[in-house]
């Protein structure tokens, strides 16, 4: 694999969302030369991919986006909780006040990634017979590059239009009058459950465990009360981006939920409901730590939700009596008329717990509760999630071994930015940081500055190599599975544990705390990068 001489640079990074765009453009503040390489042929990451209809972020104004004030002062929303199309336009705007197109190669998805230990840099191939070198890897994938389609049987043989929901058809899909058959109820399986129900001929959703979908509480926004929220950005985006960090404005009760007296707990989460999505996550101290407290939020969830399924019959399907897992231990999805879409007579559920899938069908999906046919079959499967974007490709380190290989046994990073043996390589929003705990944006600034300085660093002390103590990131997957046995998060089969792909080892792989994330990145600089071999 022979580099092309005009794509040589100090530094790669691979992946333009929030993260890869932040370094893009600090990077060469800096004085870097860098370049940004994009499977995509557009700006966005996962909002380019997620093309899905009824895709929307789950974060409301003003925390989900960039803090810079260049940013955000001629930027102005339509909803609380934006749709796709507007976040990719708010990528296009940050583009236009960046100037970062012309340092960005689309359409370049990296096959092969290999460290020449001779050259102390990473030779990059792409599935068009491309090469770049670069001595700097930066991998900003994030979390969920990589789509997980299940092994159903007899997949192939659908001959309707089956499509996952991250690689939704550029074109569309006609979805108007049609069977629509969804497999999946996370976030995406809820969305596009709630915007094709009400055009569908019949839609038909297969559940194998339900979600707890929280009220989204969607509005929407005016320039000018936009205008005048934007006299308090700065304060509102310090606040965001301080401990306990990603949201300026969801913060738990730091009591226990059950020193809190009847009245006033259901006070606090009707309060919390009201103002809905990420409000009623953790309601409580301890809501994520302990059984009891847990069960106190989830009863109050089901009797909600309950409230609005007028089929009780569909009760203990969607909002089981116990919660066949802790509450806020798999990623809450947002929903607006998730639970009232069942009250149509074109929209059924297969609960395949009670029911287990046979087999897909030509023309549909066989389950022990017979035959549906489908014209039309959605995969909302979720993600190879954290992991996926690097073992999918021929990632190869210092003595040649692949990265799947590295992490056969289970992941270890030190302090989810690099990896033992792959030297010179960082990841942004990777294994084993506050991925998915921490806002895109957030993570992105904050994060991001600590992998600037940590460059800057190595630029100015000369150094050509940088490597990480195996037994530094043993000591933070021991962190990480302290995380699992002290919180409630083990005990659910989530795509944070890597219990949503079979056979893939189950350990904690987010921390659930960015505060704590980013105190650990701190202490780690402060005392000279431990951890870190530089040469
Ligand atoms: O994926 P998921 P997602 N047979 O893994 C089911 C972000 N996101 O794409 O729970 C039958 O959550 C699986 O069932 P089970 C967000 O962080 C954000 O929805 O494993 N069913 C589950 O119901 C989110 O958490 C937004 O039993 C099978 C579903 O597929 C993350 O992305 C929007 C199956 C997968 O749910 C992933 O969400 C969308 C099988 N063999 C995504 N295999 C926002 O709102 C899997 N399933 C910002």
């Known amino acids: 694999m022979r580099p092309d001489a005009t794509n040589s640079f100090d530094i790669v990074i691979v992946g333009a969302g929030f993260n890869g765009l932040y370094q893009l453009h600090r990077l060469r503040a800096e004085g870097w030369s860098v370049r940004l390489v994009e499977a995509g042929s557009g700006l966005g990451g996962v909002w380019h991919h997620n093309r899905y209809p009824g895709a929307r972020v789950d974060c409301h104004v003003p925390n989900y986006e960039y803090s810079m004030e260049e940013i955000w002062r001629d930027w102005n929303w339509s909803e609380r909780f934006p749709g796709r199309d507007e976040l990719v336009a708010y990528f296009d705007h940050i583009d236009e006040v960046w100037n970062l197109r012309p340092d960005i190669d689309f359409d370049t998805a990296i096959t092969s990634a290999r460290f020449v230990e001779a050259e102390h840099r990473w030779h990059l191939a ?21 789509p997980y389609v299940p092994d159903l049987p007899g997949l192939d043989r ?3 239009d089956c499509h996952h929901t991250a690689r939704w058809p550029e074109s569309g899909v006609e979805l108007a009058g049609r069977r629509i058959g969804i497999i999946g109820t996370g976030a995406s399986g809820v969305q596009v459950a709630q915007e094709t129900a009400p055009i569908a001929g019949h839609l038909t959703i297969f559940q194998r465990t339900p979600v707890y979908a929280l009220a989204m509480q969607q509005r929407a926004m005016t320039v000018e009360e936009q205008a ?14 301080a401990p306990p960090g990603s949201f300026a404005d969801v913060h738990r009760d730091p ?21 809905g999505g990420f409000h009623c996550w953790i309601p409580f101290s301890d809501t994520l730590g302990d059984e009891a407290a847990n069960r106190v939020v989830y009863d109050f969830w089901r009797d909600k939700t309950r409230a609005r399924i007028a089929d009780a019959s569909l009760h203990e399907s969607l909002a089981p009596t116990d919660p066949p897992y802790p509450f806020g231990t798999k990623r809450p999805s947002l929903e607006q008329t998730f639970y009232d879409i069942f009250d149509r007579d074109n929209v059924s559920l297969v609960d395949l717990k009670r029911d287990p899938l046979v087999s897909i069908t030509a023309n549909g999906v066989e389950s022990e509760a017979g035959h549906v046919e489908l014209d039309v079959l959605v995969l909302a499967t ?17 003595d040649g071994s692949t990265i799947g290989e590295a992490w056969a046994d289970g992941v270890d990073t030190h ?6 043996g792959f030297p010179n390589m960082v990841m942004l929003y990777g294994p084993q940081s506050a991925a998915s705990f921490c806002n895109g944006p957030v993570c992105a600034e904050l994060q991001g500055e600590w992998v600037i300085d940590l460059l800057d660093h190595l630029r100015s002390n000369d150094v050509t190599r940088f490597d990480s103590d195996r037994s530094e990131a043993e000591d933070w997957s021991d962190t990480m599975a302290m995380w699992a046995e002290r919180t409630l998060f ?25 505060d704590l994330y980013l105190g650990a990145l701190r202490s780690c600089a402060d005392e000279n990068y431990r951890g870190f071999t530089f040469g």
């Open 382 to 398: 979720g993600f190879d999630a954290n992991t996926g974007g690097f073992t999918r490709m021929d990632f190869r380190g210092a």
């Open 126 to 146: 792409t599935d068009d017979d491309r090469h770049y070198d670069c001595r700097w890897l930066v991998m900003a994938t994030g979390f969920g590059s990589a």
């Open 158 to 160: 659908f001959e309707g």
């Open 228 to 241: 005048t929220a934007k006299l308090d950005y700065p304060e509102v985006f310090q606040v965001r981006n």
């Open 415 to 420: 302090l989810g930015v690099a990896v033992p």
């Open 490 to 514: 083990g005990k659910a089969n989530s795509w944070y544990m890597g219990a949503n792909i079979p056979g893939k080892r189950r350990q904690l792989l987010n921390m659930p705390s960015s």
């Open 255 to 275: 009591r226990k939920t059950l020193e809190v007296d009847e009245a006033e707990r259901v006070a606090v989460m009707e309060d919390r409901w009201a103002k």
